[in-house]
Protein backbone atom coordinates (compact mmCIF):
# COMPACT_ATOMS: atom_id res chain seq x y z
CA UNK A 1 0.00 0.00 0.00
CA UNK A 2 1.64 2.79 -1.66
CA UNK A 3 1.36 6.46 0.53
CA UNK A 4 -0.78 8.05 -2.01
CA UNK A 5 -3.49 5.12 -1.49
CA UNK A 6 -3.38 5.60 2.17
CA UNK A 7 -3.88 9.26 1.67
CA UNK A 8 -6.75 8.35 -0.28
CA UNK A 9 -8.47 5.74 2.24
CA UNK A 10 -7.72 6.97 5.52
CA UNK A 11 -7.76 10.50 5.99
CA UNK A 12 -6.65 9.62 9.45
CA UNK A 13 -3.08 8.84 9.05
CA UNK A 14 -1.84 11.02 12.03
CA UNK A 15 -3.96 8.53 14.05
CA UNK A 16 -2.05 5.80 12.30
CA UNK A 17 1.43 7.66 12.52
CA UNK A 18 0.35 8.11 16.93
CA UNK A 19 -0.72 4.31 17.13
CA UNK A 20 2.71 3.42 15.85
CA UNK A 21 4.87 5.92 17.53
CA UNK A 22 3.30 4.91 20.97
CA UNK A 23 3.90 1.73 20.40
CA UNK A 24 7.31 2.67 19.61
CA UNK A 25 8.02 4.59 22.51
CA UNK A 26 6.71 2.53 25.21
CA UNK A 27 8.45 -0.60 23.72
CA UNK A 28 11.70 1.96 23.49
CA UNK A 29 10.76 2.59 27.44
CA UNK A 30 10.85 -0.97 28.41
CA UNK A 31 14.17 -1.86 26.86
CA UNK A 32 15.36 1.17 28.07
CA UNK A 33 14.52 -0.41 31.37
CA UNK A 34 15.61 -3.41 31.01
CA UNK A 35 18.97 -2.65 29.61
CA UNK A 36 19.83 -0.34 32.65
CA UNK A 37 19.02 -3.54 35.01
CA UNK A 38 21.70 -5.68 32.33
CA UNK A 39 24.36 -3.57 31.14
CA UNK A 40 27.05 -3.37 34.26
CA UNK A 41 26.75 -6.89 34.35
CA UNK A 42 26.85 -7.41 30.57
CA UNK A 43 30.17 -5.40 30.25
CA UNK A 44 31.20 -7.35 34.03
CA UNK A 45 31.23 -10.52 31.72
CA UNK A 46 33.12 -9.23 29.03
CA UNK A 47 35.61 -8.29 31.16
CA UNK A 48 35.85 -11.02 32.56
CA UNK A 49 36.48 -13.08 29.71
CA UNK A 50 39.07 -11.29 28.59
CA UNK A 51 40.93 -11.83 31.94
CA UNK A 52 40.38 -15.79 31.87
CA UNK A 53 41.96 -15.53 28.07
CA UNK A 54 44.70 -13.49 29.07
CA UNK A 55 45.68 -15.79 32.57
CA UNK A 56 45.17 -19.06 30.22
CA UNK A 57 47.86 -18.60 27.92
CA UNK A 58 50.32 -16.41 30.32
CA UNK A 59 49.20 -15.54 34.06
CA UNK A 60 50.69 -12.06 35.18
CA UNK A 61 49.49 -9.44 37.52
CA UNK A 62 48.75 -6.93 35.58
CA UNK A 63 47.80 -6.48 31.58
CA UNK A 64 49.32 -2.87 30.12
CA UNK A 65 48.22 -1.99 26.33
CA UNK A 66 51.58 -0.97 24.10
CA UNK A 67 50.52 1.64 21.61
CA UNK A 68 54.31 1.70 20.21
CA UNK A 69 53.92 1.15 16.45
CA UNK A 70 54.85 -2.66 15.61
CA UNK A 71 54.72 -5.14 12.46
CA UNK A 72 51.08 -6.15 11.71
CA UNK A 73 49.79 -8.19 8.99
CA UNK A 74 46.04 -6.56 10.01
CA UNK A 75 45.34 -9.44 12.34
CA UNK A 76 46.39 -8.29 16.08
CA UNK A 77 43.59 -6.24 17.05
CA UNK A 78 45.47 -5.86 20.87
CA UNK A 79 49.07 -5.78 21.73
CA UNK A 80 49.36 -5.97 25.73
CA UNK A 81 52.34 -6.10 27.99
CA UNK A 82 52.28 -8.92 30.85
CA UNK A 83 53.94 -7.68 33.95
CA UNK A 84 54.01 -9.23 37.42
CA UNK A 85 53.30 -7.42 40.70
CA UNK A 86 56.52 -5.34 40.71
CA UNK A 87 56.06 -3.94 37.23
CA UNK A 88 58.84 -6.29 35.37
CA UNK A 89 57.81 -7.44 32.08
CA UNK A 90 57.00 -11.25 32.32
CA UNK A 91 55.89 -11.68 28.81
CA UNK A 92 53.06 -10.33 26.06
CA UNK A 93 49.66 -10.97 24.89
CA UNK A 94 48.00 -10.45 21.83
CA UNK A 95 43.98 -10.25 20.52
CA UNK A 96 44.46 -11.82 17.13
CA UNK A 97 41.68 -11.67 14.63
CA UNK A 98 42.42 -14.08 11.55
CA UNK A 99 40.34 -16.28 8.80
CA UNK A 100 39.86 -19.71 8.91
CA UNK A 101 38.33 -22.44 7.19
CA UNK A 102 35.12 -21.75 8.39
CA UNK A 103 35.18 -17.99 8.61
CA UNK A 104 36.68 -15.54 11.41
CA UNK A 105 38.76 -17.28 14.49
CA UNK A 106 39.41 -14.77 17.55
CA UNK A 107 42.36 -16.00 19.50
CA UNK A 108 44.87 -14.99 22.18
CA UNK A 109 48.42 -15.79 22.06
CA UNK A 110 51.00 -15.38 24.56
CA UNK A 111 54.75 -15.18 24.37
CA UNK A 112 57.02 -14.95 27.38
CA UNK A 113 60.11 -12.46 27.72
CA UNK A 114 61.94 -15.01 25.25
CA UNK A 115 59.68 -13.92 22.71
CA UNK A 116 58.63 -18.10 23.15
CA UNK A 117 54.89 -18.74 22.81
CA UNK A 118 53.46 -19.85 26.30
CA UNK A 119 50.43 -20.60 24.76
CA UNK A 120 46.92 -20.09 22.49
CA UNK A 121 43.42 -19.77 23.61
CA UNK A 122 40.93 -19.70 20.69
CA UNK A 123 37.65 -17.49 22.22
CA UNK A 124 35.43 -17.46 18.88
CA UNK A 125 35.65 -19.73 15.88
CA UNK A 126 33.14 -21.49 13.52
CA UNK A 127 35.33 -23.96 12.63
CA UNK A 128 34.22 -27.62 11.43
CA UNK A 129 33.38 -29.39 15.16
CA UNK A 130 35.43 -32.30 15.18
CA UNK A 131 38.16 -31.16 12.96
CA UNK A 132 39.36 -27.51 12.85
CA UNK A 133 37.10 -27.03 16.18
CA UNK A 134 40.10 -29.13 17.74
CA UNK A 135 42.48 -25.90 17.71
CA UNK A 136 39.61 -24.65 20.26
CA UNK A 137 40.11 -27.54 22.83
CA UNK A 138 42.12 -26.53 26.30
CA UNK A 139 42.07 -29.66 28.16
CA UNK A 140 45.43 -31.20 28.64
CA UNK A 141 47.20 -33.21 25.98
CA UNK A 142 45.25 -30.73 23.05
CA UNK A 143 46.61 -29.90 19.89
CA UNK A 144 47.18 -26.45 21.17
CA UNK A 145 49.72 -27.83 23.30
CA UNK A 146 51.62 -28.68 20.11
CA UNK A 147 52.67 -24.71 20.05
CA UNK A 148 53.76 -23.88 23.82
CA UNK A 149 57.28 -22.95 23.34
CA UNK A 150 57.26 -22.15 19.54
CA UNK A 151 59.96 -19.30 18.61
CA UNK A 152 60.75 -17.22 15.60
CA UNK A 153 60.26 -19.90 12.50
CA UNK A 154 57.64 -21.80 13.88
CA UNK A 155 55.27 -23.73 10.95
CA UNK A 156 53.63 -26.59 10.36
CA UNK A 157 55.24 -29.94 9.46
CA UNK A 158 53.96 -29.64 6.18
CA UNK A 159 55.65 -26.36 5.41
CA UNK A 160 59.26 -26.75 6.75
CA UNK A 161 58.65 -26.55 10.37
CA UNK A 162 58.05 -28.78 13.17
CA UNK A 163 54.33 -28.77 14.32
CA UNK A 164 52.04 -31.24 13.41
CA UNK A 165 48.58 -30.02 11.92
CA UNK A 166 45.35 -31.66 13.20
CA UNK A 167 44.54 -34.38 10.74
CA UNK A 168 41.70 -33.24 8.27
CA UNK A 169 42.24 -29.65 9.71
CA UNK A 170 45.62 -28.35 7.47
CA UNK A 171 43.87 -25.01 7.31
CA UNK A 172 43.00 -24.65 10.76
CA UNK A 173 46.28 -25.65 12.28
CA UNK A 174 48.22 -23.60 9.19
CA UNK A 175 46.09 -20.15 10.13
CA UNK A 176 46.82 -20.69 14.10
CA UNK A 177 50.72 -21.53 13.68
CA UNK A 178 50.82 -18.41 10.75
CA UNK A 179 48.97 -16.33 13.55
CA UNK A 180 51.58 -17.28 16.56
CA UNK A 181 54.58 -16.39 14.21
CA UNK A 182 52.60 -13.08 13.28
CA UNK A 183 52.95 -12.09 16.96
CA UNK A 184 56.66 -13.04 17.59
CA UNK A 185 57.26 -10.84 14.36
CA UNK A 186 55.65 -8.31 16.12
CA UNK A 187 56.71 -8.46 19.02
CA UNK A 188 60.36 -8.81 18.12
CA UNK A 189 59.68 -5.31 15.44
CA UNK A 190 59.30 -3.57 19.37
CA UNK A 191 62.76 -3.34 19.74
CA UNK B 1 -10.78 -24.80 20.70
CA UNK B 2 -9.74 -27.21 23.96
CA UNK B 3 -6.75 -27.12 25.14
CA UNK B 4 -5.91 -30.83 24.30
CA UNK B 5 -7.24 -29.69 20.46
CA UNK B 6 -4.90 -27.24 20.84
CA UNK B 7 -2.01 -29.64 22.14
CA UNK B 8 -2.43 -32.16 19.27
CA UNK B 9 -1.99 -29.38 16.52
CA UNK B 10 0.76 -27.34 18.43
CA UNK B 11 2.86 -30.69 18.22
CA UNK B 12 1.17 -32.88 15.62
CA UNK B 13 -1.02 -31.64 12.95
CA UNK B 14 -0.02 -28.15 12.57
CA UNK B 15 3.45 -28.43 13.93
CA UNK B 16 5.41 -25.13 12.80
CA UNK B 17 8.32 -26.54 11.05
CA UNK B 18 6.69 -29.73 9.97
CA UNK B 19 3.29 -29.02 9.02
CA UNK B 20 3.34 -24.77 8.41
CA UNK B 21 7.01 -24.96 7.18
CA UNK B 22 7.42 -22.03 8.37
CA UNK B 23 10.74 -20.87 10.60
CA UNK B 24 12.95 -22.66 8.79
CA UNK B 25 16.28 -20.92 8.89
CA UNK B 26 17.43 -21.01 12.60
CA UNK B 27 16.20 -25.16 12.47
CA UNK B 28 19.06 -25.97 10.67
CA UNK B 29 21.32 -23.78 11.40
CA UNK B 30 21.77 -24.12 15.20
CA UNK B 31 21.15 -27.43 15.70
CA UNK B 32 24.18 -28.99 16.47
CA UNK B 33 24.08 -29.09 19.99
CA UNK B 34 21.05 -30.10 22.25
CA UNK B 35 22.35 -27.39 24.35
CA UNK B 36 21.89 -24.90 21.74
CA UNK B 37 18.50 -26.17 20.30
CA UNK B 38 16.51 -26.80 23.92
CA UNK B 39 18.04 -22.91 24.52
CA UNK B 40 16.54 -21.60 21.17
CA UNK B 41 13.15 -23.72 21.31
CA UNK B 42 12.82 -21.99 25.03
CA UNK B 43 13.69 -18.42 23.80
CA UNK B 44 10.96 -18.76 20.81
CA UNK B 45 8.78 -20.24 23.45
CA UNK B 46 8.86 -17.25 25.79
CA UNK B 47 9.28 -14.60 23.14
CA UNK B 48 5.87 -16.34 21.28
CA UNK B 49 4.02 -16.51 24.16
CA UNK B 50 4.81 -12.75 25.06
CA UNK B 51 3.83 -11.78 21.91
CA UNK B 52 0.89 -13.55 21.55
CA UNK B 53 -0.63 -12.37 24.79
CA UNK B 54 0.54 -8.41 24.41
CA UNK B 55 -0.79 -8.57 20.85
CA UNK B 56 -4.07 -10.69 21.87
CA UNK B 57 -4.57 -7.86 24.53
CA UNK B 58 -4.21 -4.80 22.10
CA UNK B 59 -5.79 -6.49 19.22
CA UNK B 60 -9.18 -3.92 19.10
CA UNK B 61 -7.19 -1.10 19.57
CA UNK B 62 -4.63 -2.11 16.58
CA UNK B 63 -5.29 0.22 13.32
CA UNK B 64 -5.46 -2.69 10.63
CA UNK B 65 -2.90 -0.82 8.41
CA UNK B 66 -0.37 -0.67 10.47
CA UNK B 67 -1.04 -3.72 12.15
CA UNK B 68 2.25 -5.30 10.58
CA UNK B 69 4.58 -2.69 11.68
CA UNK B 70 3.19 -2.58 15.64
CA UNK B 71 3.40 -6.91 15.59
CA UNK B 72 7.38 -6.26 14.62
CA UNK B 73 7.72 -3.45 16.93
CA UNK B 74 6.25 -5.69 19.45
CA UNK B 75 8.79 -8.66 18.41
CA UNK B 76 11.38 -6.84 18.18
CA UNK B 77 10.64 -5.49 22.01
CA UNK B 78 10.90 -8.33 23.20
CA UNK B 79 13.30 -10.21 21.66
CA UNK B 80 15.67 -7.51 22.36
CA UNK B 81 14.34 -8.37 26.52
CA UNK B 82 15.39 -11.99 25.88
CA UNK B 83 18.64 -10.96 24.15
CA UNK B 84 19.61 -8.57 26.96
CA UNK B 85 18.47 -11.38 29.42
CA UNK B 86 20.26 -14.20 28.08
CA UNK B 87 23.90 -12.15 27.46
CA UNK B 88 23.48 -11.59 31.32
CA UNK B 89 22.77 -14.20 32.52
CA UNK B 90 23.38 -17.06 30.16
CA UNK B 91 26.44 -15.99 28.03
CA UNK B 92 27.37 -19.04 26.79
CA UNK B 93 23.91 -19.43 24.88
CA UNK B 94 24.05 -15.83 24.02
CA UNK B 95 27.39 -16.77 22.25
CA UNK B 96 26.85 -20.09 20.53
CA UNK B 97 23.71 -18.62 19.17
CA UNK B 98 25.28 -15.21 17.99
CA UNK B 99 23.18 -13.85 15.47
CA UNK B 100 19.57 -16.24 15.44
CA UNK B 101 18.79 -14.67 18.67
CA UNK B 102 17.96 -11.46 17.08
CA UNK B 103 16.77 -13.14 14.13
CA UNK B 104 14.05 -14.36 15.91
CA UNK B 105 12.44 -11.01 14.97
CA UNK B 106 11.83 -12.02 11.48
CA UNK B 107 11.17 -15.98 12.35
CA UNK B 108 8.07 -16.07 10.52
CA UNK B 109 6.26 -18.71 13.20
CA UNK B 110 6.32 -15.51 15.23
CA UNK B 111 4.61 -12.98 12.99
CA UNK B 112 2.57 -15.88 11.39
CA UNK B 113 0.76 -16.75 14.49
CA UNK B 114 0.49 -12.77 15.44
CA UNK B 115 -1.28 -12.56 11.47
CA UNK B 116 -3.40 -15.80 11.22
CA UNK B 117 -4.68 -16.17 15.40
CA UNK B 118 -4.00 -13.29 17.83
CA UNK B 119 -5.54 -10.53 15.70
CA UNK B 120 -8.83 -12.58 16.45
CA UNK B 121 -8.51 -14.77 19.33
CA UNK B 122 -9.24 -13.88 23.43
CA UNK B 123 -5.99 -13.31 25.78
CA UNK B 124 -6.15 -17.14 27.36
CA UNK B 125 -6.50 -19.01 24.11
CA UNK B 126 -3.53 -16.73 22.73
CA UNK B 127 -1.44 -17.65 25.35
CA UNK B 128 -2.14 -21.26 25.08
CA UNK B 129 -1.18 -20.75 21.56
CA UNK B 130 1.80 -19.36 21.91
CA UNK B 131 2.85 -22.54 24.10
CA UNK B 132 2.12 -25.15 22.43
CA UNK B 133 3.06 -23.72 19.42
CA UNK B 134 6.44 -23.16 20.76
CA UNK B 135 6.74 -26.73 22.46
CA UNK B 136 6.13 -28.35 18.63
CA UNK B 137 8.78 -25.84 17.83
CA UNK B 138 11.16 -26.89 20.81
CA UNK B 139 10.21 -30.25 19.80
CA UNK B 140 11.61 -30.22 16.53
CA UNK B 141 14.81 -28.81 17.55
CA UNK B 142 15.59 -31.13 20.00
CA UNK B 143 14.63 -34.24 17.41
CA UNK B 144 16.69 -32.47 15.55
CA UNK B 145 19.44 -32.14 17.84
CA UNK B 146 19.57 -35.45 18.94
CA UNK B 147 19.54 -36.88 15.33
CA UNK B 148 22.56 -34.65 13.88
CA UNK B 149 24.64 -34.66 17.59
CA UNK B 150 24.13 -38.93 17.49
CA UNK B 151 24.94 -40.01 13.93
CA UNK B 152 27.49 -37.09 13.39
CA UNK B 153 29.55 -37.38 16.51
CA UNK B 154 28.14 -39.82 17.94
CA UNK B 155 27.41 -37.56 21.21
CA UNK B 156 24.51 -37.24 23.53
CA UNK B 157 23.86 -33.80 25.07
CA UNK B 158 26.16 -31.67 24.07
CA UNK B 159 26.76 -28.72 25.96
CA UNK B 160 24.01 -29.89 28.72
CA UNK B 161 26.10 -33.07 29.84
CA UNK B 162 30.27 -33.43 31.12
CA UNK B 163 30.19 -29.60 31.01
CA UNK B 164 33.89 -28.50 31.86
CA UNK B 165 33.87 -26.97 35.16
CA UNK B 166 30.06 -26.89 35.39
CA UNK B 167 29.58 -24.26 33.07
CA UNK B 168 26.63 -24.51 30.89
CA UNK B 169 27.19 -24.38 27.30
CA UNK B 170 31.00 -26.21 27.52
CA UNK B 171 31.81 -29.60 26.74
CA UNK B 172 31.02 -32.34 24.37
CA UNK B 173 28.55 -34.19 25.99
CA UNK B 174 28.62 -38.19 26.51
CA UNK B 175 30.45 -39.60 24.19
CA UNK B 176 28.74 -42.93 23.03
CA UNK B 177 30.98 -44.27 20.43
CA UNK B 178 33.95 -42.47 19.07
CA UNK B 179 33.56 -39.15 16.92
CA UNK B 180 35.71 -40.76 14.09
CA UNK B 181 32.65 -43.29 13.57
CA UNK B 182 30.01 -40.78 13.04
CA UNK B 183 28.89 -39.44 9.59
CA UNK B 184 30.86 -35.85 10.59
CA UNK B 185 28.69 -34.11 7.48
CA UNK B 186 25.72 -34.48 9.41
CA UNK B 187 27.26 -31.43 11.61
CA UNK B 188 27.39 -29.46 8.41
CA UNK B 189 24.81 -27.18 6.76
CA UNK B 190 24.48 -29.97 4.93
CA UNK B 191 23.32 -32.25 7.09
CA UNK B 192 20.84 -29.34 8.65
CA UNK B 193 19.20 -29.36 4.83
CA UNK B 194 18.95 -32.85 4.60
CA UNK B 195 17.60 -33.57 8.02
CA UNK B 196 14.98 -31.41 7.95
CA UNK B 197 13.79 -32.60 4.64
CA UNK B 198 13.73 -35.68 5.93
CA UNK B 199 11.88 -35.44 9.12
CA UNK B 200 8.95 -33.08 7.29
CA UNK B 201 8.86 -36.14 4.63
CA UNK B 202 8.33 -38.48 7.19
CA UNK B 203 5.77 -36.02 9.09
CA UNK B 204 4.10 -35.99 5.74
CA UNK B 205 3.93 -39.85 5.04
CA UNK B 206 2.71 -40.02 8.66
CA UNK B 207 -0.30 -37.49 8.37
CA UNK B 208 -1.22 -38.99 5.04
CA UNK B 209 -1.52 -42.55 6.14
CA UNK B 210 -3.41 -41.52 9.40
CA UNK B 211 -5.53 -39.54 6.59
CA UNK B 212 -6.03 -42.67 4.28
CA UNK B 213 -6.94 -44.76 7.54
CA UNK B 214 -9.53 -42.63 8.62
CA UNK B 215 -10.93 -42.08 5.60
CA UNK B 216 -11.05 -45.70 4.87
CA UNK B 217 -12.28 -46.26 8.66
CA UNK B 218 -15.19 -43.68 7.49
CA UNK B 219 -16.10 -45.62 4.28
CA UNK B 220 -16.19 -49.03 5.96
CA UNK B 221 -18.76 -47.12 8.37
CA UNK B 222 -20.65 -45.77 6.10
CA UNK B 223 -20.89 -48.96 3.67
CA UNK B 224 -21.78 -50.88 6.76
CA UNK B 225 -24.51 -48.45 7.70
CA UNK B 226 -26.20 -48.61 3.80
CA UNK B 227 -25.72 -52.37 3.99
CA UNK B 228 -27.87 -52.46 7.15
CA UNK B 229 -30.26 -50.06 5.58
CA UNK B 230 -30.68 -51.53 2.35
CA UNK B 231 -31.05 -54.97 4.61
CA UNK B 232 -33.70 -53.38 6.72
CA UNK B 233 -35.53 -51.65 3.67
CA UNK B 234 -35.80 -55.76 1.93
CA UNK B 235 -37.39 -56.73 5.44
CA UNK C 1 42.10 -2.06 1.28
CA UNK C 2 41.20 -3.65 -1.94
CA UNK C 3 42.26 -6.69 -0.74
CA UNK C 4 40.15 -6.71 2.18
CA UNK C 5 37.15 -5.81 0.07
CA UNK C 6 37.89 -8.76 -2.59
CA UNK C 7 38.48 -10.91 0.34
CA UNK C 8 34.24 -10.20 1.65
CA UNK C 9 33.29 -10.19 -1.76
CA UNK C 10 34.57 -12.88 -2.14
CA UNK C 11 33.42 -14.75 1.23
CA UNK C 12 29.87 -13.53 0.81
CA UNK C 13 29.19 -15.09 -2.57
CA UNK C 14 31.13 -18.23 -2.13
CA UNK C 15 32.79 -19.32 0.53
CA UNK C 16 29.88 -18.39 2.90
CA UNK C 17 27.12 -18.36 0.97
CA UNK C 18 24.75 -16.62 3.15
CA UNK C 19 21.99 -19.12 1.99
CA UNK C 20 24.04 -22.21 1.65
CA UNK C 21 27.01 -21.59 4.74
CA UNK C 22 24.83 -19.52 6.98
CA UNK C 23 21.30 -20.59 6.16
CA UNK C 24 20.23 -16.82 5.85
CA UNK C 25 17.16 -16.09 3.90
CA UNK C 26 15.70 -20.09 3.58
CA UNK C 27 12.06 -18.74 3.40
CA UNK C 28 12.18 -17.15 0.15
CA UNK C 29 14.72 -19.29 -1.68
CA UNK C 30 12.13 -22.21 -1.07
CA UNK C 31 9.47 -20.17 -1.60
CA UNK C 32 10.27 -18.09 -5.16
CA UNK C 33 12.91 -20.34 -6.74
CA UNK C 34 10.05 -22.87 -8.80
CA UNK C 35 10.45 -20.36 -11.81
CA UNK C 36 13.87 -18.58 -13.41
CA UNK C 37 12.01 -15.47 -13.93
CA UNK C 38 10.88 -15.04 -10.23
CA UNK C 39 14.42 -16.54 -9.42
CA UNK C 40 15.98 -13.70 -10.93
CA UNK C 41 13.78 -10.65 -9.80
CA UNK C 42 13.63 -11.70 -6.38
CA UNK C 43 17.43 -11.82 -6.47
CA UNK C 44 17.92 -8.26 -7.83
CA UNK C 45 15.04 -6.96 -5.56
CA UNK C 46 17.17 -8.24 -2.89
CA UNK C 47 20.84 -7.68 -4.07
CA UNK C 48 19.26 -3.80 -4.09
CA UNK C 49 17.55 -3.96 -0.42
CA UNK C 50 20.26 -5.61 1.17
CA UNK C 51 22.90 -3.34 0.09
CA UNK C 52 20.85 0.13 0.76
CA UNK C 53 19.97 -1.35 3.92
CA UNK C 54 23.50 -2.27 5.07
CA UNK C 55 24.63 1.35 3.99
CA UNK C 56 21.36 3.34 5.36
CA UNK C 57 21.60 1.05 8.78
CA UNK C 58 25.53 1.66 9.36
CA UNK C 59 24.78 5.32 9.17
CA UNK C 60 21.94 4.95 11.44
CA UNK C 61 24.00 2.93 13.91
CA UNK C 62 27.12 5.07 13.89
CA UNK C 63 26.05 8.41 13.73
CA UNK C 64 22.84 7.67 16.10
CA UNK C 65 22.50 4.96 18.67
CA UNK C 66 26.16 4.72 19.42
CA UNK C 67 26.39 8.36 19.45
CA UNK C 68 23.38 8.27 22.28
CA UNK C 69 24.47 4.83 23.77
CA UNK C 70 21.50 2.97 22.68
CA UNK C 71 23.28 0.06 21.36
CA UNK C 72 20.43 -2.33 22.62
CA UNK C 73 18.07 -0.66 19.96
CA UNK C 74 19.91 -2.26 17.19
CA UNK C 75 17.36 -4.63 16.16
CA UNK C 76 14.43 -2.64 16.39
CA UNK C 77 15.89 0.47 14.99
CA UNK C 78 17.46 -1.98 11.92
CA UNK C 79 13.82 -4.14 11.20
CA UNK C 80 12.04 -0.90 11.29
CA UNK C 81 14.15 1.20 8.92
CA UNK C 82 14.26 -2.44 6.75
CA UNK C 83 10.87 -2.21 6.48
CA UNK C 84 10.35 1.64 5.34
CA UNK C 85 13.07 0.29 2.69
CA UNK C 86 11.03 -2.27 1.42
CA UNK C 87 7.97 0.02 1.41
CA UNK C 88 9.32 2.72 -0.90
CA UNK C 89 10.99 -0.32 -2.72
CA UNK C 90 7.76 -1.66 -3.63
CA UNK C 91 5.96 2.13 -4.61
CA UNK C 92 9.73 2.71 -6.46
CA UNK C 93 8.92 -0.80 -8.26
CA UNK C 94 5.17 0.32 -9.05
CA UNK C 95 5.55 3.34 -10.43
CA UNK C 96 8.74 2.31 -12.69
CA UNK C 97 9.06 -1.55 -13.50
CA UNK C 98 5.28 -2.52 -12.79
CA UNK C 99 6.18 -5.72 -14.63
CA UNK C 100 8.76 -6.93 -11.75
CA UNK C 101 6.26 -5.56 -9.25
CA UNK C 102 3.70 -8.05 -10.59
CA UNK C 103 5.93 -10.74 -11.01
CA UNK C 104 7.26 -10.79 -7.60
CA UNK C 105 3.41 -9.87 -5.87
CA UNK C 106 3.17 -11.30 -2.53
CA UNK C 107 7.28 -11.84 -2.05
CA UNK C 108 8.46 -8.01 -2.31
CA UNK C 109 6.69 -7.23 1.05
CA UNK C 110 8.06 -10.57 2.47
CA UNK C 111 12.00 -9.24 1.92
CA UNK C 112 10.88 -7.46 5.43
CA UNK C 113 10.67 -10.72 7.32
CA UNK C 114 13.97 -12.32 5.03
CA UNK C 115 16.61 -13.54 7.20
CA UNK C 116 19.28 -11.85 5.11
CA UNK C 117 18.33 -8.37 4.94
CA UNK C 118 18.14 -8.25 9.02
CA UNK C 119 21.01 -11.04 9.31
CA UNK C 120 23.57 -9.15 7.07
CA UNK C 121 22.74 -6.10 8.79
CA UNK C 122 23.27 -7.33 12.18
CA UNK C 123 26.79 -9.00 10.86
CA UNK C 124 28.47 -5.50 9.95
CA UNK C 125 27.72 -4.89 12.90
CA UNK C 126 28.86 -7.79 14.93
CA UNK C 127 32.12 -7.85 12.41
CA UNK C 128 32.66 -3.91 13.04
CA UNK C 129 32.77 -3.18 9.44
CA UNK C 130 33.09 0.42 8.58
CA UNK C 131 30.85 1.84 5.78
CA UNK C 132 32.22 0.85 2.58
CA UNK C 133 33.06 -2.59 3.93
CA UNK C 134 29.20 -2.96 5.05
CA UNK C 135 28.16 -1.71 2.37
CA UNK C 136 29.70 -4.14 0.09
CA UNK C 137 29.36 -7.03 2.43
CA UNK C 138 25.52 -6.26 1.93
CA UNK C 139 25.53 -6.27 -2.17
CA UNK C 140 27.49 -9.16 -2.01
CA UNK C 141 25.82 -11.26 0.10
CA UNK C 142 22.72 -10.35 -2.05
CA UNK C 143 24.85 -11.29 -5.46
CA UNK C 144 25.67 -14.77 -3.09
CA UNK C 145 22.07 -15.17 -2.49
CA UNK C 146 21.17 -14.13 -6.32
CA UNK C 147 23.52 -17.28 -7.25
CA UNK C 148 21.95 -19.85 -4.71
CA UNK C 149 18.64 -18.80 -6.10
CA UNK C 150 19.01 -18.92 -9.90
CA UNK C 151 20.76 -22.04 -9.00
CA UNK C 152 18.18 -23.70 -7.19
CA UNK C 153 15.36 -22.51 -9.53
CA UNK C 154 17.17 -24.52 -12.86
CA UNK C 155 17.59 -27.59 -10.24
CA UNK C 156 13.55 -27.43 -9.64
CA UNK C 157 12.54 -26.85 -13.10
CA UNK C 158 14.52 -30.39 -13.16
CA UNK C 159 12.87 -31.66 -10.07
CA UNK C 160 8.94 -31.58 -11.82
CA UNK C 161 10.16 -34.49 -13.60
CA UNK C 162 11.77 -36.43 -11.18
CA UNK C 163 10.47 -39.85 -9.80
CA UNK C 164 10.56 -39.19 -5.99
CA UNK C 165 8.87 -40.51 -2.62
CA UNK C 166 5.52 -39.20 -2.65
CA UNK C 167 6.13 -38.30 1.15
CA UNK C 168 9.11 -36.07 -0.23
CA UNK C 169 6.50 -34.11 -2.10
CA UNK C 170 6.78 -30.24 -1.79
CA UNK C 171 9.44 -29.10 0.90
CA UNK C 172 11.59 -32.01 1.85
CA UNK C 173 12.62 -32.57 -1.54
CA UNK C 174 13.70 -29.31 -2.27
CA UNK C 175 15.67 -29.29 1.30
CA UNK C 176 17.45 -32.71 0.07
CA UNK C 177 18.55 -30.63 -3.07
CA UNK C 178 19.51 -27.75 -1.36
CA UNK C 179 21.69 -30.06 0.84
CA UNK C 180 23.58 -31.31 -2.51
CA UNK C 181 24.11 -28.22 -3.23
CA UNK C 182 25.12 -26.68 0.01
CA UNK C 183 27.80 -29.54 -0.39
CA UNK C 184 29.26 -28.50 -3.29
CA UNK C 185 29.51 -24.69 -2.27
CA UNK C 186 31.61 -26.55 0.82
CA UNK C 187 34.37 -27.09 -1.25
CA UNK C 188 34.97 -23.22 -1.38
CA UNK C 189 35.42 -23.52 1.98
CA UNK C 190 38.99 -22.26 3.28
CA UNK C 191 40.24 -20.91 -0.30
CA UNK C 192 42.29 -17.82 0.14
CA UNK C 193 42.83 -15.56 -2.75
CA UNK C 194 43.43 -12.69 -1.34
Known amino acids: MDALEKKKNSPNIAKLALVLFAVTAITALVLGLVNGVTKDRIAALAVEKTKTAYANVLKADSYAKIDDAYTNDGTITKLSAAKDASGTAVGYVAETTFSGAQGMVTMVVGLNADKACTGIYVTKSSETSGLGAKASETSPGAWRDNLVGATDGVALAKDGGTVEAISGATITSRACTKEVQTVITAVSSLG | MTTKQQLREGLITNNPVLVQQIGMCATMAITTSLFNGIGMGLSVLIILTCCNVVISAIRKIIPNEIRLAIFVVVIAGFVTIVDLLLQAFVPALSESLGVFIPLIVVNCIIIGRAEAFCQHEPVGLSFKDGIFQGLGYTCVLIIMCLFREFFGKGAFGGGLINTVNGVIGTGNGVQIFPAKYGALILTLPVGGFMCLGALIAVMQYALRRSAEKKEAQEKAEREAADAAEVKEAAE | ?194
Not at chain 3, 29 to 49: H, Q, R, Y
Not at chain 3, 160 to 170: M, Q, R, V
Open chain 3, 1 to 194: MLTNILSISLGAILINNFIFSQFLGCCPFLGCSNKMDTAVGMGIAVIFVMGLASAICWVVNEYILMKLGLGFMQTLTYILVIAVLVQFVEMFLKKSVPSLYSALGIYLPLITTNCAVLGVVLLNTQNNYNFLESTVYGITGGMGFMLAICLFASVREKLEFADYPKCFEGFPICLVSAGLLSLAFMGFSGMKIF
